[in-house]
């Protein structure tokens, strides 16, 4: 149980452009995810928590114009990155929280975004 | 802020023996900790969590929490080559909404 997956798995798109990235969770629901962006040989850092049916919420720092975030139902959320520029090129991942009280979290596969 | 320190390594042990990970939060009221494990180009995955002082035992993993210190450890036994990966600890806020913060990490050689 408490699988998540993510769409695409890599992307290569060109500055200036959008990309949309999906992330699911298969086997049960979600009412709050999580997107990160991970930059080479550094940590996660949390970009925004995705509500069902609300607005997202965004860390300190991170453009929320420029970072879309829909949580349209309980078993999805989108990131669409806005007018992409190459220092955006990252990887993506997304979570949610599994079921009952252990608050653990469970990764989605990630997104490699390239952007050239 | 609420900081998750961790050593970045590389931690080098030879296969067979004991890989011993470390990890010190600043959040006094955190409760919830966990250790999760990342290959290179991927997702972190879940290895271990833990809420209560003492030891939590899975397999050849053991997760060590002491809150008054607060220092979180992982314990590997009979490490494998197929360790080899980059440890994450995660500690989650106190004040609920299920937010965690990592640590940076520490990457794990296993030699054979």
């Known amino acids: 149980g408490a699988v998540v997956s993510q769409h695409p798995s890599w992307v290569i798109c060109k500055s200036g452009t959008s990309v949309k990235i999906e992330c699911r969770s298969l086997?049960?629901?979600?009412?709050?995810m999580f997107w990160y962006r991970q930059f080479p040989k550094q940590s996660l850092m949390l970009m925004a928590t995705s509500n069902e049916g609300s607005k997202a919420t965004y860390e300190q720092g991170v453009e929320k114009d420029k970072f879309l975030i829909n949580h349209a139902s309980l078993t999805l959320s989108t990131l669409t990155v806005t007018s992409a520029h190459p220092e955006d090129s990252s990887f993506y991942i997304c979570?949610?929280?599994?079921?009952?009280?252990?608050?653990?979290?469970?990764f989605g596969p990630g997104t490699r975004l390239t952007v050239t | 802020q609420k900081e998750v320190e961790q050593n970045s390594g590389p931690l080098s042990v030879p296969e067979g023996a004991i890989a011993s990970l470390n990890c010190t939060y600043s959040?006094?009221?955190?409760?919830?900790f966990f250790w999760y494990r990342q290959y290179s180009g991927k997702s972190p995955e879940l290895i271990m969590s833990i809420y209560s002082n003492g030891d939590k035992e899975d397999g050849r993993f053991t997760a060590q929490l002491n809150k008054a210190s607060q220092y979180v450890s992982l314990l590997i036994r009979d490490s494998q080559p197929s360790d080899s990966a980059t440890y994450l600890c995660a500690v989650m806020h106190s004040g609920g909404y299920q937010k965690v913060t990592f640590g940076t990490g520490t990457k794990l050689q296993v030699i054979p």
């Open positions: 979570s949610a929280p599994g079921q009952g009280r252990t608050y653990e979290q469970y």
């Open positions: 959040d006094r009221g955190s409760q919830s």
């Open positions: 086997d049960f629901q979600a009412t709050t």
